[in-house]
């Protein structure tokens, strides 16, 4: 691999994978400035607030979905909350996306919000 990176004047390796990089490689971070998502996602607290105190009736099922996705959320263990982010596409894999803890209504009303206006929870 090394003789033939030498050929090239310069090579990019990708910061996580240590992979060459072939070009047209483009990676975008956003930082959103802090408390943006409490302050977008404020009126959905009431919705969020009542979800939460309806373990039985919401855990394991569906709460929001588009034409693409579903939001599932689980009381985890009998603990504490989470959000799995499913593809419609049944012919499709799962991916693995890391598991979205719930610690309050709050964070839940910010998840709700970015999934209704961004696509998805993980933005």
Wanted: glycine share 4%.
């Amino acid at each position: 691999m090394e003789k033939i990176a030498k050929k090239f004047s310069e090579v990019d390796y990708d910061e996580h994978s240590g992979e060459i990089l072939a070009g047209c490689n483009v990676y975008v971070h956003c930082q959103y400035e802090y408390g943006i998502f409490k302050d977008a996602a404020a009126d959905l607290l009431p919705v969020a607030e009542m979800v939460l105190s309806n373990k039985k009736k919401y855990s394991g099922h569906a709460i929001a979905d588009n034409k693409e996705k579903s939001v599932h959320i689980i009381h985890y263990q009998g603990v504490q909350w989470t959000l799995a982010e499913f593809e419609k596409d049944k012919n499709a894999a799962y991916k693995y996306k890391p598991t979205y803890w719930i610690n309050s209504a709050m964070d839940l009303a910010i998840a709700m919000w970015r999934f209704k206006n961004l696509g998805t929870i993980y933005a």
